[in-house]
């Protein structure tokens, strides 16, 4: 395992990305919407550096079988909570082709929340196949398969304290 993204500039951009949401979201309520699995350990340790009130809400939609997108989104799970009228931050791993995020990001539109935003702790420009607008970026890595940090390859990894990579 090659160590990408050590534990210390994680955290060191976590709470930079967590002090802009701050800023940009003073004084209101924020509900994070957790893409899952792999968003966890970013949508906790932004969470904990946030002073706002910040409620939770998870979707699973899955796209990947091993290595590889099929480029079929499929939702697994639904949010349990309206968002209506509520002011909401995707929170994702990586942004890699782009097409959940857009399926998602209309999908979430049609449920009517006062803003919707995004926050990936990952991007890979390189493999973009739909733009899609990213508000918060923690870093932008080259095309690399990438685990760690919430980050997995058939399930394993995800525990790792950074993101890394395997030649």
Not at 83 to 104: A, S
Not at 129 to 145: A, C, P
Request: aromatic share 10%; glycine share 8%; hydrophobic share 40%.
């Amino acid at each position: 395992m090659n160590v990408l993204i050590n534990e210390v500039k994680l955290q060191t951009r976590i709470k930079e990305m967590a002090r802009q949401i701050e800023k940009d979201y003073e004084g209101k309520q924020i509900v994070f919407l957790g893409i899952l699995k792999g968003s966890l350990p970013f949508l906790w340790e932004l969470a904990k550096n946030i002073k706002n009130d910040v409620r939770f809400e998870f979707i699973e939609a899955s796209s990947y079988e091993g290595t590889e997108s099929t480029g079929k989104i499929k939702i697994n799970k639904d949010i349990t909570d309206s968002i209506e009228g509520k002011d909401v931050i995707i929170v994702e791993d990586i942004v890699d082709t782009g097409r959940t995020l857009t399926y998602l990001k209309e999908y979430l539109l049609a449920k009517h929340p006062n803003s919707l935003k995004i926050a990936a702790l990952l991007s890979k420009p390189s493999r973009r196949v739909m733009e899609i607008g990213v508000e918060y970026i923690g870093f932008q890595i080259e095309d690399k398969f990438v685990v760690g940090f919430g980050l997995d390859y058939d399930q394993k990894y995800r525990n790792l304290p950074y993101v890394g990579y395997i030649e």
